[in-house]
């Protein structure tokens, strides 16, 4: 069973528009949540990261809304860029203090010119 | 910002031959991390490291896998011997803390096992 789940698959937006990438989990346990950006050929990189006992993390255009209740969580683009195309992983992390992430299968955004 | 370098960053093997990948993690992080992907989709863990223990290991971590840190050096990443479902690309990474902390990622090998 996939602890960590992403959807859409692909997601394509104009310049300007907002991108939103859903992402879901199963473990109650998770309270860490770090999304990554994975350009092609490089290594993900830490965008933005959420607590469970937060329910709104925003850093500049990036923002992600929590739902605890339901084990959601989204992470909105606004004014979306040409340079914002990319893979968008959202993982979490749980009270193990090991440090292991467990990745959702990504979101690959193209903002369109 | 702090870097984990990998190297190399393509090898190609022969199957049943044994493969090192090397890691340089930021200079000051404690906990080190192994994970796979396949064909750019999920990022699946593989083990963590800390204190010179294997404090984590995924079904992924075969008995053919290992991992060390000797003298504070390079970590890597050992396969001995390697098999054609091992061709993926690796990705090292360090962390100052094990909870709660931004893990930062090397840009990967790429293996190919032929």
């Known amino acids: 069973q996939q602890q960590v789940r992403q959807s859409p698959q692909s997601l394509t937006v104009w310049e300007g528009e907002t991108a939103i990438l859903n992402c879901s989990y199963e473990?109650?346990?998770?309270?860490?949540f770090p999304w990554y950006q994975q350009f092609p050929g490089e290594g993900p990189a830490l965008l933005i990261s959420i607590r469970s006992v937060s329910d709104k993390k925003e850093d500049g255009r990036f923002t992600i809304f929590f739902n605890k209740r339901e084990k959601k969580l989204s992470l909105h683009i606004t004014d979306s860029q040409p340079g914002d195309s990319a893979t968008y992983f959202c993982a979490a992390s749980g009270n193990t203090n090991t440090g292991k992430l467990t990745f959702g299968d990504g979101t690959v955004l193209t903002v369109k010119p | 910002g702090p870097k984990v370098l990998q190297i190399p960053s393509h090898q190609i093997i022969d199957m049943g031959q044994m493969v090192t990948l090397n890691c340089d993690p930021v200079?000051?992080?404690?906990?080190f991390y192994w994970y796979k992907q396949i064909l750019g989709q999920q990022m699946e863990f593989l083990v963590n490291?800390?204190?010179?223990?294997?404090?984590?290991k995924s079904k992924l971590f075969k008995d053919q896998f290992s991992v060390e840190r000797p003298d504070g050096s390079y970590f890597t990443l050992k396969i001995q011997p390697t098999a054609l479902e091992d061709s993926a690309v690796y990705f090292c990474?360090?962390?100052?803390?094990?909870?709660?902390?931004?893990?930062?990622f090397g840009k990967g090998t790429r293996l190919t096992v032929v």
């Open positions: 200079s000051n992080h404690l906990y």
């Open positions: 473990d109650s346990t998770f309270n860490y």
């Open positions: 990474a360090s962390s100052f803390a094990g909870s709660d902390t931004e893990v930062f």
């Open positions: 490291f800390y204190n010179g223990k294997v404090m984590e």
